[in-house]
Every structure is written in structure tokens, then in C-alpha cells.
């Protein structure tokens, strides 16, 4: 295999200090037996070292804690330490897995292993990692969220945006609950075509404590969606539109309250007599290849009464990862803020629509960029973070408190903050420290 030689020659190029090699296998436990077996982790890394490259840690996945027997076993037939073999087994959280490699030294062997001579302070960052995994298994407050797209069958699809939910979820003591709807299910199409479907999409909706509608591409489902919009604007419940959710929450006011019945994005309707999302200048409709408005931008917040302004903590500007082809039509603005309708962020040079926000809602926000891509464990992205606030219906007291947590909510009494930035800066790296 190509990328096994390139990996063969690459630990020569930069010396054994700088490669270390970490070979995960199963071991397997079959019910028949009840016994833990080791030769698939033998014959693999048999045929490992028969293709030029030797473990210095094999990670073994297995669903029990391994017996020592066991350990010690692969130990002497793999040729390697006993501390080099780590078991990882099945545990009750994602959030657990960092506690178990600590707690099987894989630390202190990379320590010595690439002589990483750095002085870490107590250890904070890790004491607020164990109270957020306790917290994620002894919470039982639920917050649930109508997530309505069109690749809902297949949770994967939104694994960042499911991921980002629970970041902000966790962080004020509620469990995430996500209710998967199909936004084609929400047309007046399916209640024709499939009346139970059609009345259960709507059920979960309404039952919902926030409605989230994501990105996307394609013209199947957008219906749906602009109708779960229009449901959580006149019902005020909490709303996030990301990418092409921000563009169809533009479509939906332009329709529903400008009286502009023909309003669309010229992606599904280039004849439209409102084109209220346009393509970009940059994007050439005639070749899909390589023109995107990719990568990390920088986002002007001007306006001091935008909620995203202040869960931002009162950040003039921000920068946030971009994906996407359209954008809200600039030459319309003026009629758009005329309602309530508020573009409160904008690019460097003003011309790109960032961020919009409903005046006399309790969060109806919507964001061109991707916020799901910079959100952390124990750093949540404010836009999803708002979300989450208004739907256990406590972000006006959050904004009311200067945008701080209760110490209930906040991580470690002791350290002050919940965010990991400060943790890592303390920690003191070599700056010749050379990252494999």
C-alpha cells in the first residue's frame, strides 16, 4: 500500500525522535468463548513489520478492560514493553476516551518517547476535562433541537453541526436531544403523498425546543425548510440558520413579509423577479470546479445590540470558516432592515452579508459562515451556544449577566473559565518542537 511505504520512508527523513508509530488493533472477545483473543493484533503487526515499519504502541480496542494475561501476551509476542500496549475498551462517552489514555500513560510515553521537554502547569485543562465528561452522564435536563435538512437518515451528514450543538448543550447542564426532520416531509407534497409522515415531520418540529436548519446544496427540500422557518419566526421560537439555512431565512421574509411572493436564490430559480441570494461574481455557473468562497474570513460586527455581537464577547470582528457559492443579494439590504430585518455582520469591505438578525425575536439569527468547524468541547461556537441559551430560555439572562456563566455551569470553581486556550498557552513547548 502506497501510503504504508510513504510512511517507511518518511521515519527515516525525520529521524526516530521526531515518528512515532501507533498501530490500533482489535481484540476481539467472542461470546463462545468468553476469552479475549490475541492473534488478529499478532498477525497484524506481524505483517506491519514485514512492510518496513515497526510499532512503537499498539492500541488495542477491545469492549472489556484487558486482562494482564492478555497484555503481558501480545507484550512478548509483538516485541514490544508491556507500557507500550494500550488498551482503549468501550466506554460510556466520547468524552471519556482522553481520561483512559492518560490514565494508561500515553502521555508520559510521548514525553519520553520524542523527548518533549515541557513544564506543564497544574493541571487544569485536564481536571475540567473529567468534570465535563461527569457532567455529561449525570445531566438530565433535555434540550431538544429540530434539525431540518435533507440528509437526515444519514446522521454523519451533520456530524459537525451535531457535534457543535452538544459542545453548547453541555455547557449549561442540558443533554441534546436532536429531532431528525426531512424537510421534504414538511411540503404540502408529502401530505398528499404520505399523510403520516407529512403530520409526524410537523410534530417533532413543534414539539422542538429550537429549530436549526443547516447547509446545504440543491433545490429538493428548500420548501420544506423556508416553511419550518417561517413556523419558528411567527411562533418566536428559537431559530439558527447556517450557510444556506441564513439564505432561505432571507427568502422566507422576503416572501412573507416585503410581499414578495416570487422572491428565491437564483441557485434554484435564475428567473426569479426578487433574486434576493445571487451567485457570486467570483463563481462562474458554467464550472462547478474550484469556485467556492473557501476558508477563514473576517467578519465586521458593527452593530453594539446584536446578540451575536455580545455572545461573541464584544468583538468587532471575528474570523469564521466559509463554504459556499451564494450570498444575499447587498442591493436589497435597505428593504430587508426597513422590517426588522438586520444584517448585522458584514465582510472587510462591507459588500458580503454575514450575519442577520430578527428584531422583537427571542433568537432568530442566521450566519453565512460555518461557526460548526471552530467549536470546541469546552469552547462552544457562540452562534450554536445562543441556540442552546434561548431554548432552555436562558439567554436573556446569560446577556443580562455580561455573557457569564453561573458557577454551576462554569468548569472548575477553581480555574475561572472554561475555555482551554489559557491551559495550552501555559503549557511550555520547545519551539523546535517538530509536529508529525
Not at 21 to 35: F, M, Q, R, W
Not at 138 to 167: F, M, N, P, Q, W
Not at 279 to 300: A, F, Q, S, W
Not at 398 to 415: I, W
Request: with cysteine; proline share 6%.
Amino acid at each position: 500500500m502506497p501510503f504504508i511505504e510513504a510512511f517507511r520512508q518518511f521515519q527515516f527523513k525525520v529521524k526516530r525522535e521526531n515518528f512515532c508509530n501507533i498501530h490500533v488493533s482489535l481484540v476481539p472477545l467472542p461470546s463462545t468463548t468468553g476469552e479475549q483473543k490475541t492473534k488478529p493484533t499478532q498477525n497484524s503487526v506481524r505483517e506491519l513489520r514485514g512492510l518496513g515499519l515497526s510499532p512503537d504502541l499498539i492500541v488495542c480496542r477491545c469492549t472489556t478492560p484487558m486482562e494482564k494475561a492478555v497484555k503481558e501476551k501480545i507484550s512478548m509476542f509483538c516485541h514490544v514493553e508491556p507500557e507500550q500496549v494500550i488498551c482503549v475498551y468501550d466506554v460510556c462517552s466520547l468524552y471519556r476516551v482522553p481520561l483512559l489514555l492518560e490514565a494508561e500513560g500515553v502521555v508520559g510515553y510521548f514525553k519520553g518517547r520524542l523527548n518533549l521537554n515541557y513544564e506543564a502547569k497544574p493541571r487544569k485543562l485536564l481536571s475540567k476535562w473529567r468534570e465535563m465528561a461527569d457532567r455529561y452522564d449525570r445531566t438530565l435536563e433535555i434540550c431538544s433541537i429540530a434539525l431540518v435538512g435533507k440528509y437526515t437518515k444519514l446522521s454523519d451528514s451533520y456530524a459537525s453541526v451535531i457535534k457543535a450543538l452538544e459542545h453548547s448543550a453541555l455547557a449549561i447542564h442540558q443533554k441534546l436531544e436532536v429531532k431528525y426532520i426531512d424537510s421534504a416531509d414538511l411540503e404540502l407534497a408529502r401530505q398528499e403523498e404520505d399523510p403520516v409522515k407529512y403530520h409526524e415531520a410537523w410534530q417533532n418540529l413543534c414539539s422542538a425546543n429550537g429549530v436549526l436548519v443547516p447547509g446545504g446544496f440543491g433545490v429538493r427540500g428548500t420548501e420544506g425548510k423556508i416553511l419550518a422557518i417561517a413556523w419558528a419566526r411567527k411562533q418566536k421560537k428559537p431559530f439558527l440558520g447556517v450557510c444556506l439555512g441564513m439564505q432561505l431565512a432571507v427568502v422566507e421574509f422576503a416572501r412573507n413579509e416585503l410581499n414578495w411572493s416570487d422572491a428565491n436564490s437564483t441557485e434554484f430559480d435564475a428567473n426569479t423577479s426578487y433574486p434576493v441570494v445571487i451567485d457570486m461574481p467570483e463563481h462562474n455557473p458554467g464550472d462547478m470546479g474550484g469556485t467556492m468562497r473557501l476558508g477563514k474570513r473576517t467578519t465586521i460586527l458593527k452593530d453594539k445590540n446584536s446578540v451575536l455581537w455580545k455572545l461573541y464577547k464584544e468583538s468587532d470582528s471575528i474570523e469564521e470558516r466559509h463554504r459556499h457559492r451564494y450570498e444575499v443579494n447587498p442591493e436589497m439590504k435597505k428593504s430587508f432592515e426597513e422590517r426588522g430585518l438586520r444584517f448585522v455582520g458584514q465582510d472587510v469591505e462591507g459588500e458580503r452579508m454575514e450575519i442577520v438578525e430578527l428584531d422583537d425575536h427571542p433568537y432568530f439569527v442566521g450566519v453565512q459562515y460555518h461557526p460548526e468547524f471552530t467549536s470546541r468541547p469546552m469552547k462552544p461556537s457562540p452562534p450554536y451556544f445562543g441556540l442552546a441559551l434561548a431554548a432552555a430560555g436562558r439567554l436573556q439572562c446569560y446577556l443580562e449577566k455580561g455573557c457569564r456563566l453561573s458557577p454551576r455551569d462554569t468548569y472548575s470553581d477553581h480555574s475561572g473559565s472554561s475555555s482551554p486556550d489559557s491551559e495550552i498557552v501555559d503549557m511550555k513547548l520547545p519551539t523546535n518542537l517538530t509536529h508529525v
